[in-house]
T-cell receptor
Framework: AQRVTQPEKLLSVFKGAPVELKCNYS??????LFWYVQYSRQRLQLLLR??SRESIKGFTADLNKGETSFHLKKPFAQEEDSAMYYC?????????????FGKGTKLSVKP | GAVVSQHPSRVICKSGTSVKIECRSL??????MFWYRQFPKQSLMLMAT?????????EQGVEKDKFLINHASLTLSTLTVTSAHPEDSSFYIC??????????????????FGPGTRLLVL
């Protein structure tokens, strides 16, 4: 079954500390993975996608097929990074193109 | 950039009534839209895929007759919760993909999300 797992419900770090939000997926083929972010009182928005290999707001995520992981990292967290982060997987089959979301990790960056 | 709006943002209704939620793509066309629901402290769960000009595709376990979806135009999809009950209380979110032919700058894998509609059934 296609599944995305985010093991941490809450991650709390101090400003300037490194951050890693974990994401593991289960899929036998070549996955398309994304990270979405939801700031307080705002809508979900795309943070980054693995095919772009980009760095957005200092965040990067590398697809590791061997470990079936797509962890989100930032070397120095900022207070404005506090938000809900969702790892998402593009599903195929009956609902082609839809996203399958993990349960999300709440990142709290303390001053 | 591409924006998806939802209306209403919040609705409270009595048990047994029907509630319609609108999802609109602003400044771009969406032949497909996705409807999700999110229970407190849980992830987004796909309910159905709305297809312009054809029937919606429902996920397993989602009642078609309860959650009516109409994708009447390239910019509007509606979700009607019929005979709502307290267990239908949830946060409903729609999204529309970008990509070729939509008029957006994002690729087909980019999803633009609405702000969500919070439904409370008393």
């Amino acid at each position: 079954a296609q599944r995305v797992t985010q093991p941490e419900k809450l991650l709390s770090v101090f400003k300037g500390a490194p951050v890693e939000l974990k994401c593991n997926y289960s899929y036998s083929g070549s996955p398309e993975l994304f990270w979405y972010v939801q700031y307080s009182r705002q809508r979900l928005q795309l943070l980054l996608r693995h095919i772009s290999r980009e760095s957005i707001k200092g965040f990067t995520a590398d697809l590791n097929k061997g470990e079936t992981s797509f962890h989100l990292k930032k070397p120095f967290a900022q207070e404005e990074d506090s938000a809900m982060y969702y790892c998402a997987f593009k599903g195929w089959g009956g609902s082609q193109g839809n996203l399958i979301f993990g349960k999300g990790t709440k990142l709290s960056v303390k001053p | 950039g591409a924006v998806v709006s939802q209306h209403p943002s919040r609705v409270i209704c009595k048990s047994g009534t029907s509630v319609k939620i609108e999802c609109r793509s602003l400044d771009f066309q969406a032949t497909t839209m996705f409807w999700y629901r999110q229970f407190p402290k849980q992830s987004l769960m796909l309910m159905a895929t709305s297809n312009e000009g054809s029937k919606a595709t429902y996920e397993q376990g989602v009642e078609k007759d309860k959650f009516l979806i109409n994708h009447a135009s390239l910019t509007l999809s509606t979700l009607t919760v019929t005979s709502a009950h307290p267990e239908d209380s949830s946060f409903y979110i729609c999204s529309a993909p970008g990509g070729a032919g939509t008029g957006t700058s994002g690729g087909g894998e980019t999803q633009y999300f609405g702000p969500g509609t919070r439904l409370l059934v008393l």
